[in-house]
Every structure is written in C-alpha cells, then in structure tokens.
C-alpha cells in the first residue's frame, strides 16, 4: 500500500517581498485616512507579506 503523498504548502520569498510593497503603499494610503501613514505602512508591509508569501504569485519562468 503506497503512502500518501505530501504536499508542502506554497511558500515564496518573491511573494513575500512583493506582499510587503504592495501591503505598504495600500496600508499608507489607508492610514493617510485614518490619520497616521506610518502605522499603515507597518501593518500593510506586515499583512501584505504573510498574505502573498502564503498564496505564492508563481514562479519566475513559467514553461
């Protein structure tokens, strides 16, 4: 009887780089609104990298 096989989840440091610029220009404009540009560039960057590292954008030569 074969196993199983295991599946890594998806992890990717360009996604993690990617999340965190991306988390950081949403979360500064929406701290602009809510009154401090610092804090949402925090938890932008902070949110933004755990998302995209989790989602994994792809890898960088698709065949």
Known sequence: MMKPIK???HRNPRGL???A???A???YFLGRVF???AIGIILGALAGAALLYRVNPGPWNRP
Do not use: Q
Request: a positive charge; zero cysteines; glycine letters at 34%.
């Open 21 to 23: 610029v991306l988390g």
């Open 35 to 37: 009154g401090s540009g």
């Open 25 to 27: 220009v949403a979360g």
């Open 7 to 9: 599946r890594k989840p």
């Open 17 to 19: 780089f990617l999340g």
